[in-house]
């Protein structure tokens, strides 16, 4: 399989099956793009021998399984699987009320809790127990808003740090906060223990606080926006990002972007919003143009600023490393859900990921329990890019690993079914990264 695309100055061949990634001039482009719709090249507007020479250069890229290559073997996903990442649940409250938050502002449709340290002693030796061979393992102190637990946090990487020693394993503790809890003290920790921050902010003023104000009603802009600037100076070199969310409301999110960059940030993402079409804040098949508009203006702005030291930023979406990418195996299956990742709630129950939490439907069984539902959990291996049938023959497929299967099964209707606008924005982000590879190198 084969997709061409125009990214700016670049004409662009990825071969899916490979990874290789050709850049062609305009008759070669065009003779391409011929074959990829249907049409007889020699009909594409280009003078025959030139289309001849195009064909003999395409069969040698073919010989070299660099065009149109064969769909390699999948690797064989066996049944349980080591579990290596787990997401900690600490806080079933939060003190923002975000008008699109995925987790019903924080209680996840049940009641607002926070967890025992118990439970979380419990839930980090289970995944000790569960890690088999694994020695690098992920933990992320999550919400609602963790910060609110916050003695239990500590008490829970004081925990993690003995488990390390004791089964030789090393945990990277991450926390996902909105920040307006923090002082100086719980920065100092989180600088010291987290391997990485994930901080929530939106952008703009009016934009984050339009959409994420506090439990009285108050914008919650100016404090985070203080607390975040202080966490982040205080970190080094050390990992974090600013995580905001676009809605149809500003679906100019370039410009916050730009607003995050001139606070001094410079690791960002901006993340569309997911979510059911009656609600206000939703992206509808009829943004998707206009998005796909801001998303060339914000790659264009991108381009221009990493050439200096003084407006350089990464964007999560345009990172790419066509070299050192997952293996296969990760491509195919994506994030592990379910398998390899799993989430625990304040009360012990454990779920295939944050977004699956409160869906009865899907709990894989209590940190009491001997065992997780193994039919829940054949459902995640055996649901890949190989298996969906939306999936087998999209060109995106080992970008995007199939997308969230949380969203699939909320807004898709089944596992197996992605979201049909988040497919469409990550094929859009894709072009773009490459675009920016290209014009980087």
């Given at each position: 399989?084969?997709h061409s695309f125009k990214f700016q100055q670049h004409n ?78 600490v806080a079933h409250d939060c003190n923002l009320r975000c ?343």
């Amino acid at each position: 399989m084969i997709h061409s695309f125009k990214f700016q100055q670049h004409n662009v061949l990825l071969d899916v099956e490979s990874g290789a990634i050709h850049e062609l001039d305009d008759a070669a482009f065009a003779v391409v793009q011929a074959i990829e719709r249907g049409n007889d090249p020699f009909s594409a507007g280009v003078a025959e021998e030139t289309v001849r020479e195009v064909l003999a250069d395409i069969e040698e890229l073919k010989e070299s399984g660099a065009y149109a290559s064969e769909t390699p073997v999948a690797p064989e996903i066996a049944g349980g699987s080591a579990i290596k990442s787990m997401c900690l649940h600490v806080a079933h409250d939060c003190n923002l009320r975000c008008r699109y938050c995925f987790a019903a502002t924080g209680d996840f449709h049940g009641a607002l809790m926070l967890m025992p340290f118990a439970v979380g002693k419990r839930a980090l030796d289970f995944l000790m127990e569960r890690s088999g061979s694994r020695k690098h393992l992920e933990v992320d102190l999550f919400g609602g808003e963790p910060l609110m637990n916050w003695d239990v946090c500590k008490q829970l990487v004081a925990y993690g740090r003995e488990l390390e020693k004791q089964y030789d394993k090393e945990i990277h503790f991450t926390i996902t906060t909105n920040c307006v809890a923090l002082d100086d003290e719980k920065i100092d920790f989180i600088n010291r223990e987290m391997h990485n921050v994930v901080i929530s902010l939106d952008g703009r003023k009016e934009i984050h606080d339009a959409l994420r104000p506090t439990v009285n009603g108050k914008g919650s802009f100016d404090i985070i926006l203080a607390n975040a600037k202080k966490l982040v100076a205080g970190r080094g070199e050390k990992e974090y990002y600013i995580r905001g969310t676009f809605t149809r409301e500003n679906l100019d999110f370039l410009e916050d972007v730009k607003a995050l960059t001139d606070y001094g940030f410079q690791q960002i993402s901006i993340e569309p919003v997911v979510l059911a079409e009656d609600s206000p804040y939703s992206l509808l098949p009829e943004h998707l143009e206009r998005i796909d508009r801001e998303y060339d203006a914000l790659a264009a702005h991108y381009i221009e600023s990493r050439k200096s030291s003084d407006t350089w930023f990464n964007f999560f979406h345009f990172m790419f490393d066509p070299d050192g990418g997952p293996c296969l195996r990760k491509r195919i299956n994506g994030c592990g859900a379910g398998t390899e990742y799993v989430a625990v709630t304040p009360d012990g129950d454990i779920y295939p990921c944050h977004q699956f939490v409160g869906m009865e439907d899907w709990k894989l069984g209590s940190l009491d329990g001997p065992e997780l539902r193994s039919d829940i959990q054949a459902s995640f291996l055996g649901c890949n890019v190989c298996t969906k049938d939306t999936c087998k023959d999209c060109w995106a497929k080992y970008y995007c690993s199939g997308g969230c299967m949380a969203n699939a099964v909320l807004y898709g209707g089944a596992l197996d079914h992605p979201h049909e606008i988040s497919c469409h924005l990550m094929r859009k982000r894709i072009e773009c990264a490459v675009g920016i590879y290209l014009s980087e190198r």
